[in-house]
C-alpha cells in the first residue's frame, strides 16, 4: 500500500553533510509516523530518528542528537534525513520507513525503503 524509494546517499568526508530522501507512494502519508534506521553489516538495525504525521513531533538516538534533522514534506509525500558533520561510524545503509503510530521498534515500522549506503571517510 505504501512504497518508498531513498536517494541521496553517497560518499562523504567527515565533517560534510549529505541529506537524504524518501519519497512516499499513496494517499495517507501524513497519517504515518516516519522513521528513519540504519545498518552495519552483521550487525542489527538501529534507529535514529522519527518524525509525526503532521511534522511537530521528533525523535533523535543520541548518538546523532545536534547533528542529523528528520523533516517532512506532506506536499511531496517525502521524508528527509539532513545530515551533518558527518563521521566515520555513520557509515552504513540507511533505511526509511512508515509505522501507523508513534513508535521507535524496527517491527513497529510496516513498510520500509530499499536502503541507501552512506559511506563517511577520514
Known amino acids: 500500500q505504501v512504497q518508498l524509494v531513498e536517494s541521496g546517499g553517497g560518499l562523504a568526508q567527515a565533517g560534510d553533510s549529505l541529506k537524504l530522501s524518501c519519497a512516499a507512494s499513496?494517499?495517507?502519508?501524513?497519517?504515518?509516523?516516519m522513521g528513519w534506521f540504519r545498518q552495519v553489516p552483521g550487525k542489527e538495525r538501529n534507529f535514529i530518528a522519527k518524525?509525526?504525521?503532521?511534522?511537530?513531533?521528533?525523535i533523535y538516538t543520541d548518538s546523532v542528537k545536534g547533528r542529523f534533522t528528520i523533516s517532512r514534506d506532506n506536499t511531496k509525500n517525502t521524508v528527509y534525513l539532513q545530515m551533518t558533520s558527518l563521521k566515520p561510524e555513520d557509515t552504513a545503509v540507511y533505511y526509511c520507513?512508515?509505522?501507523?503510530?508513534?513508535?521507535?521498534?524496527?517491527?513497529?515500522?510496516?513498510?520500509w525503503g530499499q536502503g541507501t549506503q552512506v559511506t563517511v571517510s577520514s
Open positions: 518524525i509525526n504525521g503532521n511534522g511537530a513531533r521528533t
Open positions: 499513496g494517499s495517507t502519508f501524513s497519517s504515518y509516523t
Open positions: 520507513a512508515a509505522a501507523k503510530f508513534w513508535i521507535t521498534i524496527s517491527p513497529g515500522y510496516e513498510y
